[in-house]
């Protein structure tokens, strides 16, 4: 008789140790031999391809940001299974030690495009995110019950966006932002692709570190059943003690991250089990707690087979690594997710036209943090040769050439070592913007990089690829200049150059100069095929933000010239990130964006150039014309601070959705299955489709509705509500149906509590973008109205309505607060009173003396009670309240106080 999943690893637990069993606790599990549990350990990376750190081949999709711009669920399931196959390839080579734990896909919401690892999700609205999401899932796992091909981790949850001061800092995002924004992407993870593991962030979402949220039990598990394992981000455990100083010892800290959910630490193995075991002899936490967290964890590996003598997906064909079956993947997928942003008629190309071929991202496969080593590196230039031929080309090196000069004295490379000497060595001058440059040597193709143990500066590798990118030369005058780090670089004796007090002036003397050379081969040429961009390594990634987002001033320039010679030009934008650019909309007559990653990408933008393919993509996140119009970066609020298409009043370049395409399909009509839609039932959308051109055309076709609500509430301006991306052939006709789901109107009501299906006036927008209107439909939601709200209950001042100058964290015992500044308040709408005049408790905590003061009105006129708190004291105010049985209340404060529940007395 065959033993259940369940039975397997009841018996083996049953059979362990408490020893054995921590162990388990670490991403480095120990072996258990006699239960037939073998060593193995946990984590890795597979963001867009699994990544070997050791530099073992794996196919390279495009970046996350990418996939998501193909707006293809079905596609993306394609993408998982050939990333779950190739795990599953190296987990059989490993001795099946390792590879079937990845942590992967990251579901952070990409609210802001400054956020350093921006490349690495899905987009900016929830919905999408969670589609997109499932097919990934869906196909790194599999979808049987009891065997998965690989155990997907969605990260970072939750509220991680931000990478300074990530570490030890917390971000408050309230009710209505956490349930229908951060947490909403996350969901269908779960609930519908059944993720076997999650990771949770640095960062405190209120106060809390993400390994100690309530939400890991109350929401993941108990609301959405997620039945796998959780695990810490990497170091939390000692960065919960070390930079957030949540605790004062590990042991307090594990005891209190495995009872609120986590079963695995990603951290020090001896730093876990010491932990684990003083928490456990202090009576922190219990056997059981153990218990429970390795059952979680024992369950995922026997459902991956690691207890099976035999299993059915370790029967994969090794040659699907690297392979060419999932090259050709990998072209089809670049394809979908190139989005064409503008095209004046310039595209395609015809292949009798010479071409200028430049710029900064023409001729380099640029890896970023989690990208792994593919078996092909196809840059532009590669590609557009093999196309056309190189006798129609004519390629322009894009970076200037020269020799580094201290004074008069040449400086250069002896025994790989930078050195004053006197012959110079040729170097080419990377300028990405902000400051960051970096010499790469002629000769050898390799770059400088900084080595502090000797205080020298070495030829390193020919790319960058580290942690730290210590080849980063700082300046702002290319005179001046600065390390990685920001120490002064200068002569530390008569011939080194290396860290000084002072920066020393060393000078960058120009042989060849790029943007002269290529503007005169312009002149030349019928078109000019630019490729600008960002280097995934420098100035945004992970540890570090950006400061903006503007196009490099070089590359601009490069572009602006070679404009006024030729103004034939097609921008190829390679980047992670929208990018400011007005300039280059106004002018340029093609432009295409596609992010770094695909090994295919140069073979993939000759195709799309010529029409051997088409660009199909449509953007993920909204192209701003002024980035430092957006509020900071730590602000989490994307509904009081209007953030991304759903809210957004900031002028846009391009809007989320945009892409354009080779022809137009033309939506002929849409007929909804009920003009009065209701919480029980999904809207059928049916959609009459053509084709005018004699070739395929593929397109997205994208509905959003805008609800006017009957009680007082900001909703979205549009929010996307369903998508398809759809095929049709040469001069064809077709009628596809979509589906509305209730859920996905529902909004979350901060009085009640809960979701809520609105009664309001509705418009239904389809089109092919956020902001295409080829049909306006008008219907009517029939659902629930609140028309008041009560403080009979306590209620936690976190459930305001309004709010100015005020966040959520934690206090002192670790309990949850809403800390209201220095002439900050917080409001509630159409409260009813019990009695009038009502008396309100109020519990609170204070470090400095001050007065609540609670007025009727916002403009604070209407003054309705007030109350004096002291200096250093906690408890309850109560304070009488003169009002009508129904109104509005401002709480505000003279003094920063902290906020617990609000009720009214039955007194």
Same mark, same amino acid.
């Given at each position: 008789?065959?033993?259940?999943?369940?039975?397997?690893?009841?018996?083996?637990?049953?059979?362990?140790?408490?020893?054995?069993?921590?162990?388990?606790?670490?991403?480095?599990?120990?072996?258990?031999?006699?239960?037939?549990?073998?060593?193995?350990?946990?984590?890795?990376?597979?963001?867009?391809?699994?990544?070997?750190?050791?530099?073992?081949?794996?196919?390279?999709?495009?970046?996350?940001?990418?996939?998501?711009?193909?707006?293809?669920?079905?596609?993306?399931?394609?993408?998982?299974?050939?990333?779950?196959?190739?795990?599953?390839?190296?987990?059989?080579?490993?001795?099946?030690?390792?590879?079937?734990?990845?942590?992967?896909?990251?579901?952070?919401?990409?609210?802001?495009?400054?956020?350093?690892?921006?490349?690495?999700?899905?987009?900016?609205?929830?919905?999408?995110?969670?589609?997109?999401?499932?097919?990934?899932?869906?196909?790194?796992?599999?979808?049987?019950?009891?065997?998965?091909?690989?155990?997907?981790?969605?990260?970072?949850?939750?509220?991680?966006?931000?990478?300074?001061?990530?570490?030890?800092?917390?971000?408050?995002?309230?009710?209505?932002?956490?349930?229908?924004?951060?947490?909403?992407?996350?969901?269908?993870?779960?609930?519908?692709?059944?993720?076997?593991?999650?990771?949770?962030?640095?960062?405190?979402?209120?106060?809390?570190?993400?390994?100690?949220?309530?939400?890991?039990?109350?929401?993941?598990?108990?609301?959405?059943?997620?039945?796998?394992?959780?695990?810490?981000?990497?170091?939390?455990?000692?960065?919960?003690?070390?930079?957030?100083?949540?605790?004062?010892?590990?042991? &307090?800290?594990?005891?209190?991250?495995?009872?609120?959910?986590? =079963?695995?630490?990603?951290?020090?193995?001896?730093?876990?089990?010491?932990?684990?075991?003083?928490?456990? $002899?202090?009576?922190?936490?219990?056997?059981?707690?153990?218990?429970?967290?390795?059952?979680?964890?024992?369950?995922?590996?026997?459902?991956?087979?690691?207890?099976?003598?035999?299993?059915?997906?370790?029967?994969?064909?090794?040659?699907?690594?690297?392979?060419?079956?999932?090259?050709?993947?990998?072209?089809?997928?670049?394809?979908?997710?190139?989005?064409?942003?503008?095209?004046?008629?310039?595209?395609?190309?015809?292949? =009798?036209?010479?071409?200028?071929?430049?710029?900064?991202?023409?001729?380099?496969?640029?890896?970023?943090?989690?990208?792994?080593?593919?078996?092909?590196?196809?840059?532009?230039?590669?590609?557009?040769?093999?196309?056309?031929?190189?006798?129609?080309?004519?390629?322009?090196?894009?970076?200037?050439?020269?020799?580094?000069?201290?004074?008069?004295?040449?400086?250069?490379?002896?025994? #790989?070592?930078?050195?004053?000497?006197?012959?110079?060595?040729?170097?080419?001058?990377?300028?990405?913007?902000?400051?960051? $440059?970096?010499?790469?040597?002629?000769?050898?193709?390799?770059?400088?990089?900084?080595?502090?143990?000797?205080?020298?500066?070495?030829?390193?590798?020919?790319?960058?690829?580290?942690?730290?990118?210590?080849?980063?030369?700082?300046?702002?005058?290319?005179?001046?200049?600065?390390?990685?780090? +920001?120490?002064?670089?200068?002569?530390? =004796?008569?011939?080194?150059?290396?860290?000084?007090?002072?920066? @020393? /002036?060393?000078?960058?003397?120009?042989?060849?100069?790029?943007?002269?050379?290529?503007?005169?081969?312009?002149?030349?040429?019928?078109?000019?095929?630019?490729?600008?961009?960002?280097?995934?390594?420098?100035?945004?990634? #992970?540890?570090?933000?950006?400061?903006?987002?503007?196009?490099?001033?070089?590359?601009?320039?490069?572009?602006?010239?070679?404009?006024?010679?030729?103004?034939?030009?097609?921008?190829?934008?390679?980047?992670?990130?929208?990018?400011?650019?007005?300039?280059?909309?106004?002018?340029?007559?093609?432009?295409?964006?596609?992010?770094?990653?695909?090994?295919?990408?140069?073979?993939?933008?000759?195709?799309?150039?010529?029409?051997?393919?088409?660009?199909?993509?449509?953007?993920?996140?909204?192209?701003?014309?002024?980035?430092?119009?957006?509020?900071?970066?730590?602000?989490?609020?994307?509904?009081?601070?209007?953030?991304?298409?759903?809210?957004?009043?900031?002028?846009?370049?391009?809007? +989320?959705?945009?892409?354009?395409?080779?022809?137009?399909?033309?939506?002929?009509?849409?007929?909804?299955?009920?003009?009065?839609?209701?919480?029980?039932?999904?809207?059928?959308?049916?959609?009459?489709?053509?084709?005018? +051109?004699?070739?395929?055309?593929?397109?997205?076709?994208?509905?959003?509705?805008?609800?006017?609500?009957?009680?007082?509430?900001?909703?979205?301006?549009?929010?996307?509500?369903?998508?398809?991306?759809?095929?049709?052939?040469?001069?064809?006709?077709?009628?596809?149906?979509?589906?509305?789901?209730?859920?996905?109107?529902? +909004?979350?009501?901060?009085?009640?509590?809960?979701?809520?299906?609105?009664?309001?006036?509705?418009?239904?927008?389809?089109?092919?973008?956020?902001?295409?209107?080829?049909?306006?439909?008008?219907?009517?939601?029939?659902?629930?109205?609140?028309?008041?709200?009560?403080?009979?209950?306590?209620?936690?001042?976190?459930?305001?309505?309004?709010?100015?100058?005020?966040?959520?964290?934690?206090?002192?015992?670790?309990?949850?607060?809403?800390?209201?500044?220095?002439?900050?308040?917080?409001?509630?709408?159409?409260?009813?009173?019990?009695?009038?005049?009502?008396?309100?408790?109020?519990?609170?905590?204070?470090?400095?003396?001050? $007065?609540?003061?609670?007025?009727?009105?916002?403009?604070?006129?209407?003054?309705?009670? /007030? @109350?004096?708190?002291?200096?250093?004291?906690?408890?309850?105010?109560?304070?009488?309240?003169?009002? $009508?049985?129904?109104?509005?209340?401002?709480?505000?404060?003279?003094?920063?106080?902290?906020?617990?529940?609000?009720? &009214?007395?039955? &007194?």
């Amino acid at each position: 008789m065959m033993l259940t999943i369940n039975q397997i690893v009841e018996e083996k637990l049953k059979n362990m140790t408490i020893d054995e069993k921590i162990g388990l606790l670490s991403t480095t599990q120990s072996a258990v031999e006699r239960l037939g549990i073998q060593e193995y350990q946990i984590g890795g990376e597979a963001a867009h391809g699994v990544v070997s750190r050791e530099g073992i081949k794996t196919t390279s999709f495009p970046q996350p940001l990418g996939l998501s711009q193909t707006w293809n669920p079905e596609l993306l399931k394609e993408v998982g299974t050939a990333i779950g196959n190739e795990a599953r390839i190296l987990y059989l080579q490993s001795g099946k030690k390792s590879w079937l734990t990845l942590w992967a896909p990251t579901i952070d919401m990409e609210r802001d495009p400054r956020w350093g690892r921006n490349e690495e999700a899905y987009g900016e609205d929830p919905y999408l995110t969670g589609q997109l999401s499932v097919g990934l899932i869906q196909g790194m796992q599999g979808e049987k019950e009891d065997s998965i091909r690989l155990a997907a981790a969605p990260k970072h949850f939750y509220g991680n966006n931000n990478e300074w001061l990530r570490e030890s800092s917390s971000n408050s995002i309230d009710p209505r932002n956490r349930q229908e924004y951060y947490l909403k992407a996350f969901e269908p993870a779960f609930t519908k692709a059944r993720a076997q593991s999650m990771m949770t962030a640095y960062n405190g979402v209120n106060g809390v570190p993400g390994m100690q949220l309530e939400e890991i039990e109350e929401v993941v598990r108990d609301k959405w059943k997620m039945n796998g394992f959780i695990v810490s981000d990497g170091g939390a455990l000692s960065l919960n003690v070390d930079e957030y100083h949540y605790y004062d010892t590990y042991a &307090e800290a594990l005891a209190d991250a495995l009872k609120k959910g986590i =079963d695995c630490f990603v951290d020090d193995k001896k730093l876990v089990e010491s932990a684990a075991k003083e928490a456990l $002899h202090k009576g922190m936490i219990s056997d059981k707690d153990i218990t429970k967290a390795v059952e979680r964890m024992l369950l995922v590996r026997a459902r991956l087979g690691h207890f099976s003598e035999y299993f059915e997906y370790d029967n994969v064909d090794e040659n699907l690594l690297a392979g060419e079956e999932h090259a050709r993947l990998v072209k089809k997928v670049t394809a979908e997710q190139v989005v064409l942003l503008k095209n004046n008629g310039l595209l395609p190309l015809n292949k =009798d036209q010479k071409l200028l071929v430049t710029g900064a991202l023409s001729e380099v496969f640029l890896r970023d943090w989690y990208g792994g080593f593919p078996p092909n590196e196809s840059t532009i230039k590669e590609g557009l040769e093999k196309k056309i031929g190189n006798h129609k080309i004519s390629y322009v090196r894009p970076h200037n050439e020269g020799e580094l000069r201290t004074g008069q004295n040449p400086i250069g490379i002896e025994d #790989e070592i930078l050195k004053v000497k006197s012959k110079g060595t040729s170097f080419s001058l990377e300028r990405w913007g902000y400051g960051s $440059h970096v010499f790469k040597e002629k000769d050898s193709g390799r770059y400088l990089t900084y080595v502090k143990e000797d205080n020298r500066y070495v030829l390193h590798k020919t790319d960058l690829h580290d942690w730290f990118i210590k080849e980063n030369w700082i300046s702002a005058d290319e005179t001046n200049w600065k390390t990685w780090n +920001f120490q002064p670089i200068g002569l530390i =004796d008569e011939e080194h150059i290396g860290v000084t007090e002072n920066s @020393q /002036s060393i000078a960058f003397i120009k042989t060849y100069d790029a943007i002269d050379s290529a503007v005169e081969k312009a002149k030349e040429v019928g078109v000019c095929v630019i490729a600008i961009g960002n280097h995934p390594m420098l100035n945004g990634k #992970e540890t570090m933000d950006r400061a903006g987002t503007e196009i490099p001033d070089q590359q601009l320039e490069l572009v602006q010239r070679v404009y006024e010679a030729n103004p034939s030009i097609v921008l190829i934008i390679v980047g992670s990130y929208p990018f400011e650019m007005t300039w280059l909309k106004k002018h340029i007559p093609a432009i295409l964006f596609t992010t770094h990653g695909s090994q295919e990408l140069g073979n993939t933008i000759a195709d799309i150039l010529y029409q051997d393919a088409a660009p199909t993509g449509k953007l993920s996140q909204s192209w701003y014309e002024d980035i430092n119009a957006l509020p900071a970066i730590t602000d989490y609020d994307v509904i009081k601070g209007e953030r991304t298409y759903r809210y957004t009043h900031q002028k846009t370049l391009f809007p +989320f959705g945009h892409g354009l395409t080779y022809g137009k399909l033309t939506i002929q009509s849409v007929k909804i299955s009920s003009v009065e839609w209701i919480k029980t039932e999904p809207v059928k959308l049916t959609l009459t489709l053509s084709n005018s +051109f004699d070739y395929k055309v593929t397109e997205t076709v994208q509905c959003y509705v805008r609800l006017a609500p009957k009680q007082q509430i900001k909703l979205p301006k549009k929010q996307l509500v369903s998508f398809k991306k759809i095929k049709l052939e040469a001069n064809e006709t077709k009628t596809i149906t979509l589906m509305i789901q209730p859920e996905d109107l529902c +909004f979350w009501d901060v009085a009640w509590n809960q979701w809520v299906y609105p009664t309001a006036n509705g418009v239904l927008q389809v089109g092919f973008s956020s902001t295409d209107q080829q049909h306006v439909l008008s219907f009517k939601a029939k659902g629930e109205v609140r028309v008041d709200r009560s403080f009979k209950e306590p209620v936690h001042a976190e459930r305001y309505d309004d709010y100015h100058k005020a966040f959520i964290t934690v206090n002192s015992a670790r309990e949850k607060i809403l800390m209201v500044e220095v002439e900050g308040w917080i409001a509630f709408r159409n409260v009813l009173f019990e009695k009038n005049p009502a008396k309100l408790m109020i519990h609170y905590s204070a470090q400095k003396e001050g $007065h609540l003061s609670i007025y009727a009105d916002k403009e604070r006129k209407v003054k309705i009670g /007030s @109350q004096i708190f002291k200096a250093e004291e906690s408890g309850q105010l109560t304070i009488t309240v003169q009002t $009508h049985t129904k109104g509005s209340l401002y709480i505000c404060a003279s003094a920063a106080i902290g906020l617990q529940t609000i009720q &009214e007395s039955s &007194e």
